[in-house]
């Protein structure tokens, strides 16, 4: 794994820890990490998956968060593939939908 740069000029990390909250109990770790306006990642087992930048692994911290960091990921800019277009979205969209009845028969 690549090691991570020092931040850049602009005081934005080069890099996000994947991280696991553990404690306090799930409903006191959903309201810090709401009130702290971080993104869960889906987890097939429930647990409370986080993307998170070094200051926000220190909020969480500050707050009685009993944080894992798991991994850390590069912040690099998104590759183009990987982002769908409004038109792909929409034939993606239409192929799921195909055959269900819609209201006033379109």
Known sequence: MPKP?????????????AAIVTQPGRREAMRVISELGLDRLPDREGKLHLLIAPDDARRLLEHGARVELLSVTPVAPLSPALILTDEAAGADLERRVKGVPRAGGA
């Open 5 to 17: 740069r020092q931040p850049e000029s602009n005081n934005r990390p080069s890099y996000r820890f």
